[in-house]
């Protein structure tokens, strides 16, 4: 075994979404002509914006110093997820990654991007995230009439970056190129966060993806 720490520069390509279970709301009914409220049908998922915001505020990752992360783990299922169908040399690119590879840190911390290139880039803000809501459907509930509406409301952060540290076991690899390849692979495709390209289902032995086209990123190896 040869671990070692070795660093990427991670900058956002497409704005990344956070969440929590606790994001889908279910909008009051409206009552219409004849009705009673109780009986109302869920026409509206338009709900208040401070609401919204409210909401969306509890789906931050937040440290205790008021600093801003995203769960490093992600990075590793996107290295793992841009393997499939590839080789690192001879071997299968996801036996070695599974083997070799992990975060450092338990939170990706999240910082400026135009600031990554400074000595001391600069962390993201309150005042730089925006709330993000949209219509959608929770198919755990009222499961014989196809779910029930509900209005998805997360953060969401327009420019986004950070420095992705990940341990290395050098005895897999001859250089770091790789890595990188797989990174941006699993960057540009898949993603992080809310919105990331997954798989949804599977249909005899085909996959079934969904995807927002949220989270993406390009990585460039530091050190």
Known sequence: ??????????????????????????PKPEPEEGESSRTARKSSVNLPKSEVYATAEKQLYQNGDATFYHPAIAFQ???????????????????????SISPVDEHFLLLDPD???????????AKQWVPDSRRGINHNKNTNRGGVAVQCCRPKWIKWGGLLRLW????????????TDLLNVGGHI??????RRRVKAIESTRRVYGSMGTGRFEATLVS
């Open 1 to 26: 075994m040869d671990l070692q720490i070795a660093t990427w520069k991670i900058r956002g390509i497409k704005p990344l979404l956070q969440s929590s279970s606790e994001s889908m709301l279910e």
């Open 77 to 99: 299922e996107v290295l793992q997820e841009a393997c499939y169908g590839r080789k690192l040399g001879r071997a299968n690119a996801l036996d070695i990654v599974v083997h």
């Open 115 to 125: 600031t990554l290139d400074k000595k001391k880039p600069k962390p993201l803000t």
């Open 168 to 179: 290395v076991d050098m005895e897999f690899f001859k250089t770091l190129d790789g890595i």
């Open 190 to 195: 898949t993603g992080i966060g809310v919105g």
